[in-house]
């Protein structure tokens, strides 16, 4: 992800736009996850939700901004040209339709592709970059809440971590200064994610009891 | 599953102090001149891990195999043998004898090798030399600075050309350059002369040193690149 992608994410944050006081988070849910579901992961997110059963349009909505939304909610708009999109690739399928037709009435349930997709996504490390641990967060909650082990994703994702670490460690080895400090300002970035992988794999029990109440 | 050609295998390690059990069918390897970072939580069971690797502890349960032979089973002065011959040490601090000078402590392997005196402090010189703190040859190790003192713990723990070194947080007590200093030294130069080091580490940055990491949690050691 570029820097300006970054920028962006920063100032478009609504603790920046919002001059109006806001409650302080019960937990890390909304520091993290106000505007980090990125448009490549709604899709999974929606479909992570939808594992649990079908759902409609609007409740498949309501679940989203309840989880991850709650100070960017979703527009019905991304709702629906999502799941057209899920549709389209056989991920869901409609369930049924309730009487008086518009999309939000549609019921969506996921496939079998659906699940295998969602599988792959959880298991698949993040790249690493700066501040990714918000769709780390986003894939940490929906794995306990899809009962899969959000401790190996974790370390999955540590072992990513790590070996862009040894890349530019062996870089900074035989490299000059600059390539050195170059080299050390990513990895300092990267132990902070670290930390922050081994912090979060502390507290998954704790975690896991707030997201399943 | 072991990888062929390890030179240092441990399979279902055990072991409890009193009612604390420190490690639990913890397995382990290491190929000459590799390093591996152990990694895991405080208490989780990697310093008595290394300690049972090095056969410094006798575990409870399970086997440590060094170069083909099992070495739980060897009597306490086969084992300080092994120690002495094929192994070196590195520790966060605390282990360099406080009454010799530098130089005198990185020859002290060699001295309890068999080496003469003047031969094996020639040697100790070229090594405090290689890491950058030849001007402490003559000092105690209570005259030299933190990092000083740790490139001197080096240069002893890789003097007698050892087969593994064993280090255990040999950055802790180190400034974030110190410790990279130590670690690119130690590294390089375990690679150099096919070296093993097992490296026992809290820190990201040190463990980026490492061709591979475990991770022990609760006692069992796992290894991420085996288990796929
Ligand atoms: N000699 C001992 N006597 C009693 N208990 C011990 C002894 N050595 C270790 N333990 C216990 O065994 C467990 C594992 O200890 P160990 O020193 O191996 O952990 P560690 O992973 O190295 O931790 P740290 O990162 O804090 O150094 C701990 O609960 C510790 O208290
Ligand atoms: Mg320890």
Known sequence: MSSSAVRVRVARSPRFRDPRPQRRPRYTHRVYTLSTVTLMSIGHALLGLLEAGPRHGYDLKRAFDERFGQDRPLHYGQVYSTMSRLLKNGLVEVDGVESGGGPERKRYAITDAGITDVERWLARPEKPEPYLQSTLYTKVVLALLTGRSAAELLDGQRAEHLRLMRILTDRKRSGDLADQLICDHALFHLEADLRWLELTAARLDQLASEVRA | ?228
């Open chain 2, 1 to 228: 599953m072991i990888p062929a050609g390890s030179l240092l295998v441990a399979e279902g390690l055990r072991k409890t102090f009193g009612s604390t059990t420190a490690l639990d069918d913890a397995s382990f390897s290491v190929h000459p001149g590799e390093v591996v970072a152990v990694m895991g939580p405080s208490g989780s069971g990697k310093s008595t891990l290394l300690h049972c690797l090095a056969g410094i502890v006798r575990p409870d349960a399970g086997s440590v195999t060094y170069a083909g032979r099992e070495i739980t089973g060897l009597s306490d002065a086969e084992r300080s043998a092994l120690r002495r011959s094929d192994f070196g040490f590195v520790f966060q601090f605390g282990q360099l004898v406080p009454e010799l000078s530098c130089v005198e402590n990185v020859a002290l392997p060699l001295r309890l090798g068999g080496v003469k005196r003047k031969e094996a402090e020639r040697t100790a010189r070229e090594w405090l030399e290689r890491l950058e703190v030849g001007d402490t040859a003559r000092k105690r190790p209570g005259d030299v600075s933190g990092g000083q003192g740790q490139r001197v713990a080096v240069a002893r723990a890789l003097v007698a050309s050892p087969k593994v070194v064993f280090a255990d947080e040999p950055t802790g007590a180190l400034d974030t350059l110190n410790g990279e200093r130590v670690m690119s030294l130690l590294t390089d130069t375990a690679r150099r002369q096919n070296t093993a080091v097992v490296l026992v580490t809290h820190e990201t940055r040190v463990a980026a040193y490492s061709d591979r990491e475990i991770i022990v949690r609760d006692g069992r050691a796992r290894d991420p690149e085996r288990v796929a």
